[in-house]
């Protein structure tokens, strides 16, 4: 009987990368839709994407994004919520056209 593939350490080291190492591209990809705080983020993610990222990690990830100027922040009660910029715009839309490139390299 062959082994299953899809549970290989190859690919779960595949899936790890695309996702949780490259946590800014969901939250920018959610963002771009509309604002949200960090915990309805996580919930949004695990809900469209099918992994859910710590909470830490989200934070860590948004407070960079931020530092950068890929997304903002706006207080709203006792939450912050959160914004992509024209920089994470473009950010992103860059990172579509790398992973596009990839994709054709690798599979056509």
Known sequence: MAADISKSREM????????????????????????M??????SEIEKRFGFLPGN???????????????VSSL?????TVYSITQKGKELLKEAEKEFSAKQKMLFK
């Open 12 to 35: 779960e080291r595949l899936r790890k990368k695309l996702t949780v190492d490259l946590l800014w591209i969901y939250l920018l990809g959610i963002l771009r839709k509309e604002p």
């Open 37 to 42: 705080h960090a915990y309805a983020l996580r």
């Open 56 to 70: 830490v990690s989200a934070y860590v990830v948004l407070y960079k994004l931020q530092s950068r100027g890929f």
């Open 75 to 79: 207080q709203k009660g006792n939450r």
